[in-house]
């Protein structure tokens, strides 16, 4: 039996219906053809239940006859409890049998002929019962490392840690100075801080931004600050609690929310909790199995072999099952989260999601809602938040009641395939979609969209690394600009909540860390990218097709990514209501040659939004436009 002689395709409404994830108890039709040649007698739908590893079968009726297919049809339905549901078929012949299915393990779509048990199709089934927050899938986030963004006032460097180096010029380039074994000795620091934020609170809001995304701020050693000292404590060279108390109010005047960065999966090594250099006058869990804090740490041998995060001693591991930990962080009167609720902090990004429980993170969860069921709870995940396993189990994040959001990293994964050219369009079309098959329309739309971060190289930096070394200058420059402008724009109209690193739009460009977090350039930003930024950021806030409208992918050919964004009949995908509009973007990879495509589209004029006087007119349904060599443009419906 060939391939090409069976057919069945999850991202077509004809072959699974509803598209994408399911609502739990509720009903999946799914729909195989094969080829009238073959003497079939039965076809079997094969589907597990994940949690419980429970295989059922279903024989699938006959249904149609026509064009040389017998096309044959079942309905299944879902699991009451929320989770994971795979799927392949079974078909017997008179003579044998094969299997059909999904032709990658990690994309969906078409499938493929095998004579053994076949990668399976995956529905996500969650509870409805739970949506992210309106306000957030309409957000535009702005990520800060504080102590590189902007220094206000003078320095005070008796309040940086002992061990610390301070820069005395702004823009140095950071490092780290280790010991023999690459333990990093002193952290240097440039002096940024809450109060050098509220000063450029007019620039952020001038960006479209919604929501700043801070770094950890609580005091500690490092400038990184993911080794806590005290949770309750602002770290004093950024300031004081009352400092971000009052940057959440006054971006909240601006229409703008504060995100801080959980930091739950361990301490600092040097912290009230810990205490291993005695620098706190509390008793620390290193000083003494009589310490308070002593339960929430997995010693192998007291005191000076434990649990620690990758093995970095720094950065002692907590027990995330320990009932005093958690009472400390969630449910204590004065717990971290309520003493930070009491202050206006309700939304959170929870480092190293993968290393705390469901269990716990549910209970974070809850304790936000319960106080403002606006919060946002975003977890730290890496790959396809719903396939994720982790702590010897698949992870809930997003089945509802666990996570609002996660960052999608691969997306940006798909978007640097694309350019360095590991993925041809038609990939990048299946990869997405099959991203938006896996997770459920609500999270799907609320997912943390980057381009770059604190933990991965600045995009202008892999961009121009992909780009042949013998290349000048001056046109690698150019180039990286316009595909700069392309991604940004592609993050920008792209459903999900776009998140811009800090410096980015000033042209910042940075490898690995430590080079991915220098100071912003003030006085010599690239204002061009900088109003480019402005510019997509207007769009983003005054189109709502862009943020909450219908996405199909149009994939013209495999240099040109290209995908449409629309709302009609006066509502959004959510029901909301919202303006009729219909935009398009494209994009043309290719560094020296233009593309030439047709896209199927609405009859009329499309207006080019960028330079308004282009305008593009559709012929019997089709558009026609050449693509210029790293080209990309976002077009308007008119009317």
Do not use: C
């Not at 102590?147 to 005395?168: C, I, Q, V, W």
């Not at 400038?223 to 806590?228: A, L, Q, S």
């Not at 004029?605 to 026609?624: C, P, S, V, Y």
């Amino acid at each position: 039996m060939k391939s090409n002689d069976v057919y069945h395709n999850s991202f077509q409404l004809d072959y699974r219906e509803p598209f994408g994830a399911a609502p739990k108890g509720s009903n999946v039709t799914l729909t195989i053809d094969v080829h009238n040649h073959y003497p079939v007698s039965d076809v079997i739908l094969h589907y597990i239940f994940d949690k419980t590893d429970d295989e059922q079968t279903q024989d699938m009726d006959l249904y149609a006859d026509q064009h040389h297919f017998f096309g044959y049809e079942t309905t299944i339905v879902m699991p009451a409890e929320p989770q994971l549901v795979w799927y392949y078929f079974e078909i017997k012949l008179e003579d044998g049998q094969f299997f059909y299915g999904r032709q990658e393990i990690e994309e969906s779509g078409t499938g493929m002929v095998y004579d053994r048990i076949p990668p399976s199709w995956q529905i996500t089934v969650y509870d409805p019962d739970y949506e992210t927050p309106t306000w957030w899938k309409h957000g535009t986030i702005y990520q800060i490392f504080p102590d590189r963004f902007h220094a206000s006032g003078e320095r005070e460097l008796t309040k940086a840690p002992a061990t610390s180096l301070m820069h005395s010029h702004w823009e140095n380039d950071p490092i780290y100075i280790r010991d023999e074994n690459g333990a990093v000795v002193r952290w240097d620091f440039f002096g940024g801080n809450i109060r050098g934020i509220m000063d450029k609170l007019d620039y952020i809001e001038s960006l479209g931004v919604t929501v700043i995304y801070l770094n950890p701020v609580f005091e500690a050693e490092s400038n990184h600050r993911y080794d806590t000292g005290d949770y309750h404590k602002v770290d004093q060279l950024l300031g004081s609690n009352e400092d971000l108390s009052e940057l959440t109010r006054k971006a909240k005047s601006r229409g703008i929310e504060v995100m801080l960065d959980g930091v739950f999966n361990h301490t600092g090594s040097n912290s009230i909790y810990f205490n291993q250099r005695g620098q706190y006058e509390s008793l620390g869990a290193y000083q003494s199995k009589e310490s308070p804090y002593y339960s929430w740490y997995m010693f192998h041998d007291f005191p000076n072999e434990y649990e620690s995060w990758w093995g970095v001693g720094t950065l002692p591991t907590v027990d995330k099952e320990d009932e005093n930990y958690r009472d400390f962080l969630i449910h204590n009167e004065d717990s971290v989260l309520k003493y930070w609720q009491k202050q206006g902090l309700k939304h959170w990004r929870l480092d190293v999601a993968d290393e705390l429980t469901d269990d716990m993170i549910k209970q974070i969860y809850r304790q936000l809602k319960k106080e403002d069921d606006s919060s946002v709870l975003l977890g730290e995940v890496w790959e396809d938040a719903t396939t994720k396993i982790g702590h010897g189990k698949r992870r809930e994040y997003l089945l509802g009641g666990v996570l609002d959001s996660v960052m999608n990293y691969p997306l940006r994964g798909v978007m640097l395939a694309f350019m360095d050219g590991h993925a041809d369009a038609y990939d990048v079309e299946r990869r997405l979609l099959t991203l938006s098959e896996h997770y459920p329309k609500h999270y799907f739309y609320a997912l943390m969209n980057m381009l770059s971060s604190h933990d991965v190289e600045r995009i202008k930096t892999m961009l121009d690394s992909f780009l042949p070394e013998h290349m000048a200058a001056e046109d690698k420059a150019g180039i990286v600009n316009a595909q700069v402008k392309a991604l940004s724009l592609w993050l920008y109209t792209f459903p999900g909540v776009p998140s811009l690193y800090y410096g980015d739009e000033a042209g910042v460009t940075g490898g690995s860390d430590p080079d991915n977090r220098k100071p912003y350039p003030w006085s010599r930003e690239d204002e061009e990218m900088v109003a480019w930024y402005r510019q997509i950021g207007k769009w983003r806030r005054e189109h709502s097709a862009l943020r909450t409208g219908y996405w199909k992918s149009n994939i013209p050919q495999y240099d040109v990514v290209s995908f449409e964004r629309w709302i009609e009949n006066g509502v959004d995908h959510f029901g909301e209501s919202a303006g009729d509009e219909h935009m398009i973007y494209l994009f043309n990879r290719h560094i020296n040659e233009e593309r030439k495509v047709t896209l199927p589209v609405k009859k009329g004029k499309w207006q080019h939004m960028e330079n308004k006087k282009r305008i593009f007119k559709a012929r019997d349904g089709k558009l026609t436009i050449k693509l210029g060599p790293s080209e990309s443009m976002l077009l308007r419906h008119l009317h």
